[in-house]
């Protein structure tokens, strides 16, 4: 059942005028639909196929807009998405995609806005990965998903320094996994990450969780917890892999870049999950925005200042870890 709801989001003046209008429009159309109970495959996946029909139309705009091309195949047996921006030249450097959605819906179709407009800003070819989201498969199936089509990549002629991953939300804390998983098993690691407003602590820990729970679409109490019950077992939920705010990083991680937004839950995610890898000594950034809600940069180059200016500094962050010159 869709509920409608009301937000009394504030809306600030210290932000563009275009993302004041977004936020207005949040406001007014917000609509919340409660989450089904963690063990029931029936619903869940009736509310993914309801997911996907939606949001596959709304990314036949990006299609249209962008022109990238788009290849399915498969990597070590795991679906991808291979994209290649227009006009894009072979340079030896790829990116791998992991997509966000609670790790319970969206697929690499459903999830081109994250990455075609990336890919078109960067010039670089984008791995996008179809993993398996829960219910249907739960902790760590994911997780080994994206390692083996890091390492199919390592196998294809790529150098760990020619790759790069990134992943928003739940894809954001994801990739922290994988690459922690690569790590802790002496496996190469990629050049570097980029997470968008990383959903990196699946409990309800955190000063955001609470604070700004009035001003984000995102709801603990009716949605995320039976996301990540669906997705892991309680007693895993501080699992290094499942949250990454809780890993040791003094084994050394690669360079991250961390964005978020001041409107968000997860707010207090990224900030930890900064300060467990500064405290380690790992060269990490926390890249925060005023005002801005949760994964606003999958609005893709906009009329929004902020979401270009982020856009921007993510492709700045990879072209300086992959060595590339012209980006």
Known sequence: MTIIMPLNIYIPDSISPDAQEYLSILNEEAQTDPFPAPDDLDAWR???????????????DIIEQY????EEKLLDDVPVIDVRPRAWQENGKVLVYVHGGGYVFF????????????AD??????????????PEAKFPVAIDQITCVIQALMGAGYQPGDI???GDSAGGALAVGAVLKMRDANQPQPAA?????????????????????????????????NAALAYADK????????????????????????????????????????????????QVKLDLYEGMWHVFQALGVSDIPEVDIALGKTADFFKKHL?????
């Open 46 to 60: 009736m509310m993914h196929a309801l997911n996907e029909a939606y949001f596959t139309e709304l990314d036949e």
């Open 67 to 70: 022109h990238p091309d788009l």
């Open 107 to 118: 697929s690499a179709r459903t999830s081109l806005v994250g990455c075609v407009p990336l």
């Open 121 to 134: 800003v960067t010039g670089l070819r984008v791995i996008s990965i179809d993993y398996s989201v829960a």
């Open 164 to 166: 790069a991953v990134f």
């Open 193 to 225: 990450l980029v997470l968008w407003s990383p959903w990196a602590d699946v409990t309800r820990t955190g000063d955001s969780y609470f604070t700004l729970a009035d001003q984000d679409t995102l709801d603990y109490e009716t949605q995320l917890k």
């Open 235 to 282: 007693s895993q939920h501080r699992h290094p892999y499942v949250s990454p705010v809780y890993a040791d990083y003094n084994g050394g991680f690669p360079p991250t870049l961390i964005q978020g937004g001041t409107k968000e839950i997860f707010l207090s995610n990224a900030v930890r999950l900064y300060q467990a890898m500064d405290q380690a000594g790992v």
């Open 323 to 327: 060595m590339l010159r012209n980006v």
